[in-house]
């Protein structure tokens, strides 16, 4: 399954091959157990540029888009959107007590019915390093030590986005719908 910090800065091409750009967000709604992405916003040497998730077409280390950047439609995020990096990443994310629990080092994505959706929280190691580019580098000393980087995935649909993360206001975070004992109960897998 890819990871935010994985497709995250890729470059954007057009048809022709001309590069226009990089990934630099990916938006969505929160609704639903794993929201499904909607808008990619793109770094362009013009500044930012929101479009629909769609009018990308994800190949081997970019982004092709279906059609020329000026011709395609800019769009516009909705209040109740999340910016995936902006909003997300390196938030805390609270107990349903409101204690301080883990911070969200990276998003867990998955293509599903040819949709990509957010499906879990990285709150391990793991995904710290994955973000900063070392997490091959780490596995393989973990290896040679005989042991393996555990996986620190919270479930997206047992993470609830507050109200400030909705505002640019205050630093946002998001907050557990279960207690913090029971994540203890979770399997990694889950």
């Known amino acids: 399954m890819p990871y935010l910090s994985e ?25 639903g157990q794993f929201p499904a992405a909607q808008w990619a916003i793109l770094a362009t040497p013009a500044g930012e540029k929101t479009i629909r998730w769609a009018e990308l077409a994800p190949e081997i280390g970019h982004f092709r888009l279906r059609s020329r ?40 994505l998955s293509e599903v019915d ?37 996986r620190g995935i919270i479930p997206w649909h047992l993470v609830e986005p507050l109200e400030t993360a909705l505002t640019q206001t205050q630093p946002a975070a998001v907050r557990l719908t279960i207690p913090h004992q029971k994540l203890a109960l979770l399997h990694p897998a889950d």
């Open 7 to 31: 497709i995250q800065h890729r470059r954007i091409i057009e048809p022709n091959g001309n590069e226009v750009g990089k990934l630099a967000d990916v938006a969505l709604v929160p609704q």
């Open 114 to 150: 040819g949709q990509l959706r957010l499906v879990g929280a990285d709150v391990g190691l793991r995904g710290l390093l994955r973000r900063v580019g070392a997490e091959g580098v780490a596995e393989r000393v973990a290896g040679l030590a005989g042991r393996k980087l555990p």
């Open 69 to 108: 950047l000026d011709s395609t439609p800019t769009a516009t995020l909705p209040p109740e959107a999340l910016r995936l990096a902006r909003d997300l990443l390196d938030k805390q994310i609270v107990d349903t007590h409101g204690a301080k629990v883990v911070r969200v080092n990276d998003l867990q």
